[in-house]
């Protein structure tokens, strides 16, 4: 399929039947791989960019253009990469312990990039935090049982297999048939119509953005791309990314809130009874122990919509099981799959985070077609989206000979970047890849700094 049609069928999806046609130019490949991220790329942002103008349509009657180039979405499934704050590359996000290690009976990859989660690590290996002892001591484990032990700690953790142990696998099979954007009606509600006489596509509507790290976070900005307010709330007990934060909370305003604390509780309770979407990225049931769960939102704003993304989904063995993107390509073949396509005796990771990138724009492009539903019909609307069906739906576009590509480096980007901001300190990232003919796609603000903006609504 081109990834126009991809597109068509993400849309369709999501529900959305009566969507422009995405306009694609540029060939794949963009980036070095045996798998179609840059058609990936292109199919997810474009099918965000749809969902976008079918909104703008509902809301005004006037159809608008959508295209995307494949080079500069394959530059925004990176777009991490190409941040600079202040004229410098942020600092390496990735942890001296992280990464692919051998085992007595095969591989494990480690994500140790937060404190406690490389403290946990340690001390079940019993060793020093070193990479040399840490690969001492996983020589001497078996790679599926110091899986399931740190899976049982809390930790994060991922045995290297194939595809064909992946789809042998219980939660690979519990997942079968799960498409990767679900929507859901969670109980009736009446309409909530849309604001009159919009300049963009999401003018007016309030998004609360509870998700970290990558693929939540994107779903965050490229709502904001298109106009909606976004604000993101940070907890003052979970560790972040400032690098990360930079780029993803583009658009966005940042407040802290202590969900430990029925201050902080109430603070977001407020906030949730003027919302139109909630995003949340963490753990099945995480939030829900605070009264922030999606039926419990759901009773506090009849109408909004409830956007939830998650690594391995909420049904199977492996429900509420953490992960990440790395995680993830590691333990449902994809690490395999590409170093046997290279001719490599060691985990290859995909050329970017294309499960987290992608995730996160199914979530917005969920969440925005559950809002115009809703705006049409009524109803709570759930939105699930996990890094694992994600990776069913990429290894369902196929294969290609990609390998031999040139990775294009930073200043071969230069022409997609566009000035912002972190803080009070200047940036530049990559411009947003799906372009609208009459409301460009753009940030009206660089990032906040976590806890720069108070926990209101502007």
Partial sequence: MTPT???????????????????????????PSSFRVDAAAAASIGAAGLAAEAIWRHRTGQGQGVSIDIRHAAAEFRSERHLRVGGQEPKDIWD???????TADGWVRLHTNFPHHRDGILKLLNCANTREDVAAALRRRKAEEFETAAWKAGMC???YRSFAQWDAHPHAQALSGIPPVRLERLRDAPPLPFTPNPTR???????LDLTRVIAGPVAGRT??????????????????????????????????????????RAQLRALVEQADIFLQSYRPGALARHGFGPAQVAAMRPGIVVATLSAYGDTGP???????????????????????????SAPKPLPCQALDHASGYFLALGAMAARLRQAKEGGNWKVSVALATTGTW???????????????????????????SFGPTPSTAIRHAAQLSATPATWSRGASELGQDPPAWA
């Fill in 223 to 264: 709502l904001a791309a298109h106009g909606a307010e976004v604000l993101y709330v940070a907890s003052p007990h979970v560790p972040n990314l400032p690098a990360l934060i930079a780029d993803t909370g583009r658009g966005k305003r940042a407040c802290a809130i202590d969900l430990e604390t029925e201050a902080g």
């Fill in 201 to 207: 596509p999401l003018e007016g509507v309030k998004v």
């Fill in 318 to 344: 492996w429900a509420g099981k953490r992960g990440f993107d790395s995680l993830v390509q590691t333990s449902t073949g994809f690490n395999h799959a590409e170093a046997e396509a290279a001719g490599a």
């Fill in 394 to 420: 990429l290894r369902g576009l196929g294969r290609m000979d990609g390998l031999a590509t040139p990775d294009p480096g930073h200043a071969e980007m230069a022409d997609l970047l566009e000035p912002s």
């Fill in 5 to 31: 049609e991809i597109a068509a069928n993400l849309c369709t999806l999501a529900g959305l039947r009566d969507t422009a046609r995405l306009e694609v130019t540029g060939t794949e490949p963009a980036l």
């Fill in 96 to 102: 001296p312990i992280a990464g692919a290690y051998p």
């Fill in 157 to 159: 953790v991922s045995a």
